[in-house]
């Protein structure tokens, strides 16, 4: 985990069971931001053409080489 000022990246890495992947060890990123909002965020996002997929709370999107991003709440 890495603080980015009010902010927290986190690297969460490919569980050692799972299949090989071509992630490079890396499952996601997790940015965890204050006073997040999921709906606003994954409402400017689709309106910037970005698709978007959702567990309540967050929003999770990937990287043009296909690693997720999973943006959330800090706390």
Known sequence: MFSIGDSVLELISV???????????????????KDFNAETVGRV???????????????????????GIELGAAG
């Not at 689709?46 to 990287?63: H, K, Q």
């Open 15 to 33: 569980p050692a069971s799972s299949a090989p992947s071509n992630r490079l060890g890396i499952d996601h990123i997790r940015i965890a931001i």
């Open 45 to 67: 996002l689709r309106e910037r053409g970005i698709a978007i997929g959702t567990v309540p709370g967050t929003v999770r999107i990937s990287d043009p080489d296909g690693i």
